[in-house]
């Protein structure tokens, strides 16, 4: 029992590993929940990298997709994200775009856009929101993911 729980957990670190290619250019990319349409399904990632200017400390946020194509042929995916600054922000468009998503496969996290921010006094929370459409389809629901917009 306990070796199929630990060659489990070692299976799903192997493929969370092999799920995060190097075009990410993110020490760290934190996905949420996942939604799907059509048999097109994604996960909202985001990053979050610390940089100086001068004197001020900066942000600058990520967001990502990782997207599934369960189908039985490769299909264009259309994805758009949009962030805010969850302590009274609003909903600001950062990207958008299209790829080709081969049959059975996933791909990803794919960078939508980013945003720079300062570092307030307050470690506000930055979250992103995502959603897919096969081309010709539906929107999905959203799927987000969020951080604190300055941790160290």
Not at 43 to 52: L, P, T
Not at 76 to 104: C, M, P, S
Request: hydrophobic share 40%.
């Amino acid at each position: 029992m306990k070796l199929k729980r630990l060659a489990a957990t070692a299976g799903a670190a192997l493929l969370t590993a092999l799920a995060l290619p190097a075009d990410a250019q993110a020490a760290a990319v934190a996905c949420g929940g996942a939604v799907s349409t059509q048999n097109i399904g994604a996960q909202g990632c985001i990053s979050a990298e610390r940089w100086k200017d001068g004197r001020v400390f900066m942000r600058n946020i990520t967001a990502h997709a990782v997207i599934t194509n369960s189908r039985a042929h490769a299909s264009y995916v259309d994805y758009e994200a949009y962030f805010r600054i969850r302590e009274g922000g609003h909903w600001v468009k950062l990207g958008n775009g299209r790829t080709v998503v081969q049959r059975r496969s996933t791909i990803g996290p794919i960078e939508i856009g980013n945003s720079d921010r300062v570092c307030g006094p307050v470690n506000a929370t930055a979250e992103i929101r995502v959603h897919v459409r096969p081309a010709g389809g539906a929107w999905s629901n959203w799927t987000g993911a969020a951080t604190k917009q300055c941790q160290t």
